[in-house]
């Protein structure tokens, strides 16, 4: 049974610094993972989709790698600044090809 | 296409109440997709559809939970008897094929059952 683990469950930095977000998960026969950000209150939005023969994904100041055969997968945001505040999600899409498999998520506060 | 939409955004209602929630997907999406969250935790799987065709719900879908797409468009999810249980935020997502583009959310509705 897949287990998607997200660590830290909470993070506050200073703005302007840069910062790792750890995803981790059990059976690397995935499909794809992806990053998702949810603002309190609100639906998810997608950040960076990683399909399972790539390393790594970006998109301006996000960066997302892959590391199947260990079970990692590491967001890093640039010069993190006080709009990034928001939860982050990982999700992994499995062998049923069907259901998404969600970690609970790292709350990230960047203070001004 | 704006994206995938729900309604309503908030939804309170009393107990033993039925609520029912609408999803409309991405035009070209063939897959929908239905989660709930709770607060502090990720999404949790409800039902998917191919086209009008439900092929897979979780347990966590009670008799008292029905969802439905007619025509392959757009879906509704039922609720009879509400729960204070029940009480989540209710997540619509839509995807091509095997979403090999991902998945895209809504916004969400979130129940209140008081």
């Known amino acids: 049974k897949q287990e998607v683990t997200q660590i830290p469950a909470a993070l506050s930095v200073p703005e302007g610094e840069n910062l790792v977000l750890n995803c981790s998960f059990t059976?690397?026969?995935?499909?794809?993972l992806q990053w998702f950000r949810q603002d309190p209150g609100k639906g998810l939005t997608s950040l960076l989709l990683?399909?399972?023969s790539q390393r790594e994904q970006t998109s301006g100041r996000l960066n997302a790698s892959l590391d199947k055969s260990s079970g990692r997968s590491t967001l890093y945001i640039a010069a993190s600044q006080p709009g990034d505040s928001a939860t982050y999600l990982c999700a992994v899409n499995g062998d049923s090809n069907y259901q998404l498999i969600w970690g609970a998520g790292t709350k990230l506060i960047i203070k001004p | 296409d704006t994206g995938v939409s729900q309604d309503p955004r908030h939804k309170i209602t009393k107990r033993g109440q039925n609520v029912t929630f609408r999803c409309d997907p991405i035009s070209e999406h063939n897959r929908l997709y239905w989660y709930r969250q709770t607060l502090g935790q990720g999404p949790e799987f409800l039902t998917y559809f191919q086209n009008e065709a439900q092929l897979e719900k979780s347990r966590l879908l009670s008799d008292r939970f029905s969802a439905e797409r007619p025509k392959g468009s757009f879906s509704t999810l039922e609720i009879q008897r509400t729960e204070q249980g029940d009480s989540a935020m209710y997540l619509c997502?839509?995807?091509?094929?095997?979403?090999?583009?991902?998945?895209?959310f809504g916004s969400g509705t979130r129940l209140t059952v008081v």
């Open positions: 059976d690397s026969a995935i499909y794809n």
């Open positions: 997502a839509s995807s091509q094929r095997v979403a090999p583009e991902g998945y895209t």
């Open positions: 990683i399909q399972s």
